[in-house]
């Protein structure tokens, strides 16, 4: 299960906007090497202690200290919990926070057709020279696609930009960089 959590972003129907929120001391140039497999497991760790149902509701892209959370909450109270245990964790930089308030018997936003779409855009990364795989992390939430991607190469993103934007089961791309230009 680990594995489907490999990318964190987070949508936010609570208030409804994209919200993007940085530790004072994040330095543009000077941000140290973070370990992501051991971040992601300490988020994990502590996320199971608050939420029970992590799995099959919530979505994470960890990528250098940022952390993309995707999926749904079924309250402002689950909202908060879930937003100060990924803060509580030393080498989290950034948060990105999609998450939706929704009832259990509404949510719809990780179905298995996803994982067609995702072979479908895989396929297409390999295929395309211009993209290094490796450059960028995404998960599909309500046939939208959120990325975290570390390339410096403003033709690269283009390029995934692009070959994203082609794929006909994406409705709308949320694009998050890291590397800040």
Not at 12 to 30: H, L, V
Not at 95 to 115: C, M, N, Q, S
Request: net charge positive; proline share 3%.
């Amino acid at each position: 299960m680990r594995h489907l959590m490999n990318c964190v972003l987070l949508i936010t129907a609570i208030s409804g906007c994209n919200n993007t929120f940085f530790k004072n001391d994040t330095k543009k140039n000077n941000t140290p090497l973070i370990n992501t497999n051991s971040l992601e497991n300490q988020i994990i760790e502590k996320l199971t202690q608050v939420r029970s149902n992590l799995p099959s509701n919530l979505r994470l892209i960890i990528l250098s200290g940022r952390v993309l959370v995707v999926g749904y909450v079924q309250s402002s109270k689950e909202h908060i919990a879930t937003m100060n245990t990924i803060w509580s964790i030393k080498d989290v930089l950034e948060v990105i926070d999609h998450l939706e308030l929704e009832t259990p018997e509404k949510r719809d936003g990780f179905p298995l057709t996803h994982a067609l779409i995702k072979t479908q855009i895989d396929a297409k990364f390999i295929a395309h020279s211009e993209i290094r795989y490796s450059d960028f992390q995404y998960v599909l939430f309500k046939q939208n696609i959120y990325v975290l991607g570390c390339s410096p190469s403003t033709k690269e993103k283009q390029a995934f930009f692009q070959l994203l934007k082609s794929t006909p089961s994406i409705k709308k791309v949320f694009f998050y960089d890291i590397h800040k230009q």
